[in-house]
């Protein structure tokens, strides 16, 4: 009996070992992670190494568990900026988008696979959710710098659809089951979704504050804080699943409440959170990995693979597409995020369903959804970055690397310890003064430590120690980063010149002869911008100003536009002839007849010999065909 | 489109020397007026109508200023490489040592655009700027834009 424990335990954590020893391996060559794991098991697993773990109940059991600490923690790290930036699209996207791929899918599904429509539904809502694991860690992990509001969205939505796909297949296994068809969706069905999302979302809100209530008022020993932390947001999973609201939902909302309030030690929850998520998607995959046998697949593997590719380049771009149309996204963009519809661990996770509910015999859910997830791993997940890079939305770094230290001080202060070292080129190795309220408390220079008095300018490598209030450190960042290096590669993104927010928009009209439409003339530059972009200007946003286009090229501590770039020939860069929103619609519709116009009217007039290209609206569409790279 | 069609070799300045913003707009402007005809107090108030839209030293020692004007009937480029740089207030706080003045007729529309986009572009090629910076006559100043912007085109 003692034997098979230590076989067990040495086993499972051989397993663990060789998955954290793979993602040394994954960095290098840029491999999904994830992708690295579910083969781990895969190959350890019945065709492999021969490890026959075959217990579905369990495996689900233990990637609900994994999926519900997985959720916290995306909330957690989730901050509710961001949050109230992309919540709408999310939000779209997580409720509609995934009702939309669902049925779309299950049409193919149903063709392909000769399912039923009920059963085509099913499969299509097993694989109707992107995974939020893949989508957070290849797109932090990853390195890839896009727009806030595109990754947000991303983020949100991958966090945030679990819980409608988790309830669409429960409840399809359910009909399936009972033997009925779609004519016993009634309003019973509507009724039990909506108890779901709203038992979840309220017991989430109540849990959260629950959490930060105990954290912060008992004064419990340090290393059980991030314990005791995960085991309430378990509590919260639990209690809120046995009452029959989604758990899934509240975990993530309590996670998002809890990050983002005064919460005790965050730091070191945070660090937990960290390690936890990483252990837990670990396991998951193993655990799927090990419970698929791959020796089945190649049975189903033709229409499976047909499916996943309809699931990427129909499905999810026209579901995305739908859902992004009343919102501010470039075509580009809403390409990026029908590209990055990773799937992953949940759609494994949800195909074990099916199985345990008896109408799977034949696996052919769990081995087409499994298949699908490897296929959307291998192709998507493996070229986020390209992706990215050839849409021409990567946005260059905002300031140079820090080197900095945050400690950790005790209780709720609302004040952080920070340690800078000073590096070559930065602000204030360069004279820059600090402001008043960044005055450091100790200065370290060449091993000996001393008040900033004695110290006198800050040198190269001294390494500074400050108190300051919780809501400064960005500016502060900026004070000691290394100098962003002036890339000519800035100008592609950023356009050839800069321009003052605070000016008239006038001038800009006046300079380049673009109509700016009804502005007064008191409007600055910043205040079109923003007005254009509906309210909110961020890092890396681009308005369409006539001919040329304006860019956010900082923004200050307030969140106002700091800098704005001007590019003089937007066109140049390739965009899809898809994804229109509906302001590209309208101005399509509209310049049509225009264009017929300005065209025909260039015609008839004799163009004066300055003219050293075709007409305007030739020129436009060539772009400068002096083919420069992207 | 060739850079040959907005420059001549008249109009490059391979020593201009001038210790501010100001005066250099100035010269460049008095320079342009020699060339066109035109007053060059008006073409001085249109670059500085521009240059209140903030600057457009566009970084690594380089400006354009430029602006659209009545009387012209070309797009037209006056050069100066400095001899001493002067402070320009230009995005990377780097003083300014070469300097492109771009004017266009009030109807060049797109045409300007491009063109100043043209001359953007060939000033953020390292290896032009390089030559540039090297040269010390209007002619092989004038030899090394025309080429490396017909390589570029």
């Known amino acids: 009996m003692l034997d098979t424990l230590y076989v067990v335990i040495l086993i499972g954590t051989g397993l663990i070992l060789l998955a954290a020893f793979s993602s040394l391996l994954a960095f290098r060559f840029g491999a999904p992670i994830l992708l690295v794991f579910l083969s781990i098991g895969l190959v350890a697993g019945v065709d492999g190494f021969g490890l026959d773990f075959d217990n579905p109940p369990l495996a689900y059991f233990i990637g609900s568990l994994a999926l519900a600490i997985i959720l916290f ?9 961001s949050f109230r930036h992309a919540a709408a699209p999310a939000l779209t996207l997580a409720t509609v988008g995934v009702l939309l791929t669902t049925a779309l899918f299950a049409a193919a599904a149903v063709l392909l696979l000769d399912l039923s429509w009920l059963q085509g539904a099913l499969l299509g809502s097993i694989v109707g959710s992107t995974d939020a694991a893949a989508v957070f860690f ?24 679990d819980p409608m796909a ?52 008992l004064s419990l020993e340090r290393g059980l804080t991030p314990i005791f932390t995960i085991a309430l947001s378990l509590l919260v999973f639990s209690v809120t699943g046995a009452l029959g609201g989604s758990g899934f939902l509240a975990v993530y909302v309590a996670g998002l409440l809890t990050g983002n309030s005064h919460i005790r030690s965050a730091t070191s929850i945070r660090r937990f959170q960290e390690g936890m998520s990483w252990l837990a998607q670990i396991v998951m995959f193993l655990v799927l990995g090990l419970l698929a046998t791959p020796s089945q697949f190649a049975a189903i593997a033709l229409p499976a693979v ?28 809403t390409a990026f995020i029908s590209w990055v519809g990773l799937r992953g661990a949940v759609s494994i996770l949800l195909a074990i ?48 690397p820090v080197e900095k230290l945050e400690l950790e001080l005790p209780g709720t202060a609302h004040h952080e310890l920070l340690s800078y070292r000073v590096v070559a080129g930065s602000p204030v190795a360069r004279g820059q003064r600090l402001p008043r309220w960044a005055r450091p408390s100790l200065v370290v220079r060449d091993g000996k430590s001393m008040r900033l008095q004695y110290a006198g300018r800050l040198q190269e490598n001294d390494y500074v120690y400050l108190f300051i209030s919780s809501r400064y450190p960005r500016l502060l960042d900026r004070l000691f980063a290394s100098p962003v290096p002036f890339e000519p590669d800035d100008a592609e993104f950023f356009g050839e010149f800069t321009v003052e927010p605070g000016r008239p928009a006038r001038l800009l009209a006046e300079s380049y002869g673009i109509d700016l439409g009804n502005v007064t003339p008191e409007t600055t530059v910043a205040e079109l911008m923003v007005e254009r972009l509906g309210g909110h200007a961020e890092y890396g946003d681009r308005v369409a100003v006539g001919s040329v286009e304006l860019i956010v090229r900082d923004t200050d501590d307030a969140g106002e536009i700091a800098e704005v770039g001007l590019s003089l020939t937007p066109d140049t860069k390739p965009t899809l002839p898809l994804f229109h929103n509906f302001r590209d619609i309208v101005s399509v519709l509209r310049q049509t007849p225009k264009r017929r116009r300005k065209v025909e009217a260039s015609k008839a007039k004799e163009p004066p010999s300055l003219l050293l290209t075709p007409p305007v609206a030739e020129s436009h569409r060539d772009g400068d065909g002096d083919g420069k790279p992207m | 489109m060739d850079l040959g069609d907005l420059i001549e070799q008249d109009a490059i300045l391979p020593a201009l020397k001038a210790n501010s913003k100001k005066q250099v707009l100035q010269d460049l402007a008095q320079k342009a007026a020699e060339l066109t005809g035109l007053a060059e107090r008006d073409i001085f108030e249109t670059v500085l109508q521009r240059e209140k839209l903030g600057s457009t030293g566009v970084g690594n020692g380089i400006a354009i200023p430029h602006g659209k004007l009545e ?28 300097v492109f003045l771009l004017l266009a007729p009030e ?11 043209k001359v ?34």
């Open chain 2, 120 to 153: 953007a572009r060939l000033l953020r090629n390292p290896d032009t700027v390089e030559k540039i910076r090297s040269s010390r006559a209007a002619s092989a100043l004038y030899a090394v834009m025309t080429q490396s912007a017909s390589r570029a085109a």
């Open chain 1, 138 to 161: 290849l797109l932090r992990i990853g390195g890839i710098n896009i727009r806030e509001r595109v990754r947000a969205t991303l983020e949100i939505e991958s966090g945030s659809n």
């Open chain 1, 353 to 400: 369903l099916p199985i345990i509910g008896g109408i799977d015999s034949e696996r052919v859910f769990f081995n087409t959804a499994f298949i699908i997830v490897l296929v959307s791993l291998l192709m998507q997940g493996w070229t986020i970055g390209f992706m990215a890079r050839r849409l021409g939305l990567i946005v260059p770094p905002r300031i140079g």
């Open chain 1, 306 to 333: 047909g499916l996943a590719f309809f699931l990427i380049f129909i499905a999810r771009p026209l579901a995305i597409w739908f859902c992004l149309l009343p919102f501010r996204f470039s075509r580009n963009e």
């Open chain 2, 71 to 98: 009387g012209i009937d070309r797009i037209f480029g006056v050069f100066a490489r400095l001899a001493k740089p002067v402070e320009f207030d230009a995005l990377d706080e780097q003083p300014v040592d070469l």
């Open chain 2, 107 to 117: 109807s060049a529309g797109a045409d300007h655009l491009k063109a100043l986009s």
């Open chain 1, 166 to 217: 988790i309830f669409l297949a429960i409840a399809l296994v359910e009909l399936l089951r009972s033997g009925s068809g779609f004519e016993a969706m009634d309003w019973n069905f509507l009724i039990q979704f909506a108890k779901q999302l709203g038992i979840g979302g309220v017991l989430g809100l109540v849990g959260g504050w629950m959490i930060l209530q105990l954290v912060n008022r």
């Open chain 1, 73 to 81: 923690d995306s909330g957690f790290g989730t901050s509710l900026q």
